[in-house]
């Protein structure tokens, strides 16, 4: 299994923004199709976005499209969550996961992103907060 590290997380003002990483170690990143998921106080956990393993399909929960970018760099073996324009309500802590699959369709990705428990893989979680 991989393991996952993330970073970048911190406090910010609402309009501000912020880039998460998450570096995988331990296996072969190009095997794994990556999400990031947010929980928030009191809140159930959230898929935010989901990228395929070679990066050519990604998905992103309404509440982030056209504000967070997701993207990932092989090479580095890092996958980033670029955010935008936050919100208060973005506020949570953000986990990056890794689901080993050979299959990387569009379907794929964005089934993913709606089944937290198809991860196989966690990272420890870095903290994201926006004040108003």
């Known amino acids: 299994q991989v393991q996952l590290v993330e970073s970048g997380g911190g406090l910010v003002q609402a309009g501000g923004s912020l880039r998460l990483s998450c570096v995988a170690s331990?296996?072969?990143?190009?095997?794994?199709?990556m999400g990031w998921f947010r929980q928030a106080p009191g809140k159930e956990r959230e898929a935010v976005s989901c990228?395929?393993?070679?990066?050519?399909?990604?998905h992103y929960a309404d509440s982030v499209k056209g504000r967070f970018t997701v993207s990932r760099d092989s090479a580095k073996n890092t996958v980033y969550l670029h955010m935008n324009n936050l919100k208060p309500e973005d506020t949570a802590v953000y986990y990056c996961?890794?689901?080993?699959?050979?299959?990387?369709?569009?379907?794929?990705?964005?089934?993913?992103?709606?089944?937290?428990?198809?991860?196989?893989?966690w990272g420890q979680g870095t903290q994201v907060t926006v004040s108003s």
């Open positions: 996961a890794a689901d080993w699959n050979l299959r990387e369709s569009i379907y794929t990705i964005q089934h993913l992103c709606t089944t937290a428990s198809l991860f196989g893989s």
């Open positions: 990228i395929s393993r070679r990066g050519g399909n990604t």
């Open positions: 331990g296996d072969t990143f190009s095997r794994y199709n």
